[in-house]
């Protein structure tokens, strides 16, 4: 009864919720936004509809549960290439420590290169340059509590820098991976960058200060620093359904739908399905980014994974994915998985 009640809770928020959403979305008024980026082209692939299918070292972005799942080492390193010179690298390790659980360390770096410092009196630029970027640095921990139930969690040190100021704070992850009764029906739940506002600081909003500029006489240029607002991390709540199919031996069929509230968005629903091929030699994936959200920027993704077990001890991944936008340059995403 109880797991029957979750279902009917999970179509209400795919079906009825996006159809009567807020209409104030507060888009644009969070920090580190990076952490809404996703991170592996096999989760890009599927339109982000990963958090029941996790099952690797990119779990650690999506549900930190998945990594309950690993049962080797395992390593993972991605590149994804967006528009206006702007990527983002990621590298993972999962390492199973047993009845323990799974402990994972990972590495999120976003890098827009270097510019000109442009000033309206020198708009083609002073001769110096400043460069910008965003890192999370996440330790990761998941276990089995019964035979169909796992729990994770990550706690990430996150910063933000541009020329000479900086914000940083810290934020928690934690998911849940449910198999079902209900013909092997995956059921997850996570939430995302819940923690600490960022603020920015440092020597770029260092001005020199008159108290009281109606008064002769006092110290017209007193060192002192702009302050600037305080704002949340980018907060997201995500459910998801998942089922595999087994089409012949050797051969299956996955399905996932994932339904998604952030804090600087309406709510949207994200679909997908992946072919593995051969023993998952080959993976064929596709998907869909954002239903029911309006003026939509994403859509249709897609992508394709080979897989080569080496030996008995060590197997590689090799993944692509590719992401539309409607106005901004397309996403494409790589990555390689290492496993021993």
Do not use: C
């Amino acid at each position: 009864m109880v797991h029957r009640k979750i279902l009917i809770l999970f179509l209400a928020i795919v079906i009825i919720q996006p159809l009567y959403g807020q209409k104030v979305t507060k888009t644009g008024t969070t920090a580190a936004k990076f952490l809404s980026i996703g991170i592996g082209p096999r989760a890009n692939a599927l339109g982000g509809a990963y958090s029941s299918i996790a099952n690797d070292a990119s779990a650690m972005y999506w549900n930190p549960a998945g990594i309950a799942n690993v049962s080797s080492f395992q390593t993972i390193f991605t590149y994804t290439k967006m528009f206006a010179d702007i990527n983002v690298n990621y590298v993972g390790f999962v390492i199973p420590a047993g009845n323990i659980g799974s402990i994972g360390l990972s590495v999120t770096a976003l890098n827009i290169g270097e510019m000109d410092v442009t000033t309206e009196y020198y708009p083609d630029g002073t001769g110096e340059r400043f460069s910008a970027g965003s890192y999370a640095f996440a330790l990761s921990y998941a276990r089995y509590i019964t035979d169909n139930f796992t729990v994770g969690m990550n706690i990430k040190y996150i910063r933000e820098d541009i020329f000479n100021s900086s914000a940083q704070g810290i934020g928690f992850d934690i998911g849940t991976i449910f198999m079902t009764p209900f013909y092997g029906i995956r059921f997850a739940s996570s939430i995302s960058n819940y923690g600490s506002k960022l603020q920015m600081s440092g020597d770029d909003l260092l001005i020199r200060h008159d108290p009281d500029p109606q008064r002769s006489g006092n110290n017209q240029t007193i060192d002192a620093f702009y302050s600037t607002d305080m704002f949340e991390l980018p907060l997201r709540l995500q459910i998801g359904l998942s089922r595999e199919f087994e089409l012949i031996e050797g051969n299956k069929f996955t399905i996932a739908v994932d339904a998604t509230h952030p804090n600087d968005n309406n709510q949207s629903v994200n679909v997908g399905g992946e072919i593995s091929l051969f023993n998952n030699l080959l993976s064929l994936r596709g998907g869909y980014k954002g239903l029911f959200l309006d003026d939509n920027q994403e859509g249709l993704t897609f992508g394709a994974g080979i897989r080569y077990d080496g030996t008995k001890f060590f197997s590689i991944s090799v993944d692509y994915s590719y992401q539309k936008l409607e106005y901004l340059d397309n996403i494409h995403s790589f990555g390689i998985m290492l496993e021993f």
